[in-house]
């Protein structure tokens, strides 16, 4: 089992209830409506995605935090760790929603992607994580690179800071990702 940072399907992102995400769409459709934002809709290109987005959320994140604390503001970290759902759409700040899930609590902190992506990619610059050899949106498959050998054999090839600790180089790696596959597919994440 564990906690799994996941892409929500349209499906679910319009299902009220226990199995889905519909009550956390309307109350977030009317905040946006209220700020003078238009609703968000998860769009075709989101049903038409091959597979979907799941990586599993278990390594350390203690080196990750340390590497944040040096290289972001408080602001900035709490903008990239803080969230419960993570949409595509250009947020100047978080949204606090009085809907709760199995993994947030009574409220639903609700995030932009490309500001994660911005973060992401500062952090990614920092440790010079070869991104282009990292693996994009297949299921598991930046969990299985990290455990199975491609990192390891990426590390010998191309040597950095990324390497010194590899448990902080996957949620960088992770975080990219996940922002990248919304923004690409315009799904929202989770946590699951």
């Known amino acids: 089992m564990g906690v799994y940072l996941v892409s929500v399907t349209a499906q679910d992102w319009s299902q009220p209830g226990e199995n889905g995400y519909g009550d956390i769409a309307a109350v977030l459709n009317t905040e946006l409506q209220r700020r003078g934002l238009p609703p968000y809709e998860v769009p075709r290109a989101a049903r038409d995605a091959s597979g979907w987005f799941e990586e599993k959320v278990s390594p350390s994140m203690d080196g990750f935090v340390a590497l ?40 639903t902190v609700v995030a932009g992607a490309p500001q994660v992506l911005a973060l992401a990619e500062r ?70």
Do not use: H, K
């Open 68 to 107: 944040c604390r040096t290289r972001l503001t408080d602001a900035e970290l709490s903008a990239l760790l803080d969230w419960s759902v993570l949409v595509p759409l250009s947020l100047e700040e978080e949204i606090v929603l009085p809907v709760g899930t199995a993994y947030s609590g009574e409220e």
């Open 123 to 192: 952090l990614a610059g920092a440790v010079a994580l070869p991104v282009d050899a990292i693996p994009t949106g297949e299921n598991l498959a930046l969990s299985l690179w990290f455990l199975d050998g491609g990192a390891e054999r990426t590390a010998r090839a191309r040597p950095g800071p990324w390497t010194e600790d590899r448990d902080a180089a996957f949620y960088v790696a992770l975080y990219l990702r996940a922002a990248q596959y919304s923004m690409r597919y315009g799904c929202p994440m989770t946590y699951s």
